[in-house]
């Protein structure tokens, strides 16, 4: 080092020979800029997972099914005319009743002699889009419920709270039972049950989250700065404590369209003739076994409980991996990337 009149020179250092520049930006104290290459940096990890893609590939082709199964009309407008499955799922007598599977019929008749093949794929319009919407629907509420309430504390978090543990209070299914029982059956019916009952735990996931990041110093500059709460907290803290809840989303879409099945088996989800898989297992249940007890029309069950399965496993599958690549991220990094670090 060598110094001269009021200028310090340092050997070695060259400034124009810094190299990977704009690894260093991800430092910067943009924190939009942090966030989204923290977000791009768990959609990379997610996409070079093998499971996540064998599960994502399983739920795109049950939605796309779901969409262009049978036309879709709103208002009286027909705004999806396209139907891909071979019969009509409601008409009946198309063969013989209870026939097994074959060319013509891969998944075999009903009682009805309606194809089976048409009516589960018919059925994931019903199943797989009453997870989406339960779950878009439980969670955007529970976010800002919980983010409000654990953002302000005191009185407000103690007060929203309670009503928290009023609904834990109850167990989501029997709850879920009453409301529909009390509203009837329909698809907005059970998607206000479900979602009536699953909020409250997004609420308090969010809730614990925020009571964390709300102590980082990048919070306390923005209100040092002016900042209003509203900006503050959806523009600061709740993205830095949307991480857990995204994955619990992933998850919690397999445990509605469980739900949905299980009251459709109870036979008070949809109507009997509905095409949606619990209700086809609640209206054959009492005819694969025959008189000997013998599994004669095994494939009217088996097939729409496989639909079941596939889809719980693949959000599991996709869920999983999304977890994984956030803890591999680390808590010195996600701290850095949201600006406190």
Do not use: C
């Amino acid at each position: 080092m060598s110094t001269q009149r009021g200028r310090i020179q340092i050997s070695g250092f060259d400034a124009d020979e810094v190299e990977q520049r704009d690894e260093l930006s991800e430092w910067s104290d943009d924190k939009e800029t942090n966030i989204e290459s923290r977000w791009r940096r768990v959609g990379r990890k997610v996409v070079h997972d093998r499971l996540a893609l064998v599960g994502g590939t399983v739920v795109f082709v049950m939605f796309l099914t779901a969409i262009l199964s049978q036309p879709i009309e709103m208002f009286g407008v027909t705004i999806q005319p396209i139907s891909i499955t071979p019969y009509d799922p409601g008409e009946t007598l198309i063969a013989e009743p209870h026939a097994p599977p074959s060319l013509d019929h891969p998944m075999g008749t009903d009682r009805l002699g309606r194809d089976l093949l048409s009516r589960v794929m018919a059925g994931a319009r019903f199943s797989v889009t009453i997870g989406l919407v339960v779950t878009a629907i439980a969670g955007g509420f529970g976010v800002i419920y919980g983010g409000i309430s654990g953002y302000f504390g005191g009185k407000v978090d103690g007060v929203l709270m309670r009503f928290v543990d009023m609904v834990f209070a109850f167990p989501g299914l029997v709850l879920a039972i009453v409301i529909v029982a009390m509203l009837g059956r329909g698809y907005w019916q059970l998607v206000f049950a479900f979602a009536a009952t699953g909020w409250a735990g997004y609420a308090r996931l969010i809730r614990g989250e925020i009571l964390k990041v709300k102590q980082n110093e990048y919070v306390l500059a923005a209100k040092a700065l002016g900042g209003r709460d509203r900006r503050v907290l959806f523009r600061h803290v709740v993205p830095n404590a949307i991480a857990p809840v995204i994955v619990q989303a992933t998850l919690s879409i397999g445990t509605v369209v469980i739900g949905v099945a299980a009251l459709g088996f109870l036979g008070i989800g949809f109507s009997g003739a509905t095409a949606e898989w619990g209700t086809m297992i609640d209206a054959e249940r009492g005819t694969i076994v025959s008189a000997s007890g013998t599994w004669t029309t095994w494939w009217v069950t088996v097939f729409p409980g496989l639909m079941i399965f596939l889809f719980v496993m693949a959000m599991n599958m996709i869920g999983d991996a999304i977890n994984d690549a956030l803890d591999a991220q680390g808590g010195d990094e996600i701290n850095a990337a949201g600006g406190g670090g």
